[in-house]
């Protein structure tokens, strides 16, 4: 399995932005899918985006147009780019790997994480 840091949570304005990042090693990058997850307290893990290795995207409806996620396969890190964020983005945020050539948005269908990272949007 790929092991994943993230970095790049912190505590922002409502309408600020924060660029996420997460770091693999330990497997060959390129040939992961790469997603984006979200938790807040008391909820359930939600998709927030995800990307192939050719760069096709799917993000969930409430970050489109905010949100954008990218990979970098050359320095294996994948990157979630947050505009406009309002305090119901407020989570731990979640880096998420799977051995394919293509992308899901079930957290179950991904077998590496990272510890996740913090995000919090004050009103």
């Known amino acids: 399995q790929v092991q994943l840091v993230e970095s790049g949570g912190g505590l922002v304005q409502a309408g600020g932005s924060l660029r996420l990042s997460c770091a693999a090693s330990?497997?060959?990058?390129?040939?992961?899918?790469m997603g984006w997850f979200r938790q807040a307290p008391v909820k359930e893990r939600e998709f927030v985006a995800a990307?192939?290795?050719?760069?096709?995207?799917s993000y969930t409806d409430s970050v489109k147009g905010r949100f954008t996620i990218s990979r970098d396969n050359a320095k294996n890190t994948v990157y979630l780019q947050m505009n406009s964020l309002k305090p119901e983005d407020t989570a731990v945020y979640y880096c998420?790997?799977?051995?394919?050539?293509?992308?899901?948005?079930?957290?179950?269908?991904?077998?590496?994480w990272g510890q996740g990272t913090q995000v919090t949007v004050s009103s």
């Open positions: 998420a790997a799977r051995s394919d050539t293509v992308i899901y948005t079930r957290a179950a269908e991904y077998g590496s």
């Open positions: 330990g497997r060959t990058f390129s040939n992961y899918a």
């Open positions: 990307i192939s290795w050719s760069g096709y995207t």
